[in-house]
Each structure stands twice: as C-alpha cells, then as structure tokens.
C-alpha cells in the first residue's frame, strides 16, 4: 500500500469516527409496571416530533399511575391516557402524524394511539404485541395514513408478553379491558 492510500484510507476513518461521535444517542426510557419494566429506546432520529411529545409528557410524570386500559392478545397493549377509574386525563395538543416515517408496527414496537383521522394521537401509546402491517403507512388518505411507530421495547418483551395475557372484558364501556388492573407505575428516561 501507498502512503497516500493509507493517509487518506486512515482520514476517510477519522471523519467516519466524528461522524458517529456527532450523532446523538437515541433516548431510552423505562416503563415501571405493575407486571414487570419495560425499557425501550425512542427513534429521535426517525420521529423526532413524536418523540419529543412523549417525553415532554414523560418529563411532567403525566404516565404515573395510568393504566393499560385496552388489551388484545396478538395484536397490541394500549394505555398512557387513563387512570384506574377509567377516566381520561386531559391532554395536550394532539401532534402531526409522522407514520410516513416508513417505520414498521412490528413486534415489540411503540407507536401512538389515535382516533380515526391521522393527526389526532396525544399521549396514549400502544406496544405491537405481533407484527401488525395492517398499522403500516401506506398513503396520505384517512385509511392509508397508519400509526406512527417511534420506539422499540430493548427489553421487557416478557413483560409486555404478561400484559397481553392477562383476562379482558367489557369495563365501564371499555371493550379489551383487563380484569385485573395493570398500572403504568411510571415511566422516566433511562440514566
């Protein structure tokens, strides 16, 4: 090999390895449970509004003591909006879908919750239970916008795996809802 070949083979390394060192770490939170933790890492770098929704609501302790109030066997466990009475807590602003982001509802995955039309998620969140491409984004209409995915569980699978197993039922007009009350104890960034 040339000098010149490994000087610039050894500064195409340098400018990859500040690279890398510029780009920040996408944040991690933990979800306390009252079945077990879950830790998930958040894609800052592929839904940044989104995620940045989450964790102002993160920051303000909004999740402590919410409940996972819809829960359906291979397919998704929802919660972050209700409290064990079922009643729902006021919400800020509801933010702009980034489900075009192309990010999958695979297992294991985050995503927002929302009503019908895709601008509408607020603080409620839903982990796939199973992969779930019918969530996907397939277009811009009302039915093709899909749920944006915005993390994904690094563990605590098992966890989630317990939640979705647990007995559901019809509960104060909430259909899939767990008999036995499972309480979102809290959910804080990762150290």
Known sequence: MTKRLIVLIAAAGLCLGLFA???PANPKVVIKTSRGDITLELFADKA????????????????DG??????IKG??????G?????????????????AANRVKNLRGTIAMARL????????????NHVNNAMLDHKNTSVDGFGYCVF??????IDVVDAIANVPTGTIKGYEDAPRQTVTLLSIRRAQ
């Open 21 to 23: 060192m510029a780009q």
């Open 151 to 156: 993390g994904k569980v690094l563990s605590g």
């Open 66 to 71: 919410t409940i996972f109030h819809r829960v």
């Open 116 to 127: 019908p039309e895709p601008h509408t998620a607020t603080a409620q969140f839903f982990i």
């Open 75 to 80: 397919f998704m466990i929802q919660g972050g």
């Open 82 to 98: 209700m409290t064990a009475d079922f009643a729902e807590k006021p919400t800020r602003a509801a933010i702009r879908n980034e």
């Open 48 to 63: 940044p509004q989104t995620v940045a929704n989450f964790l102002a609501y993160v920051d303000a302790k909004f999740y």
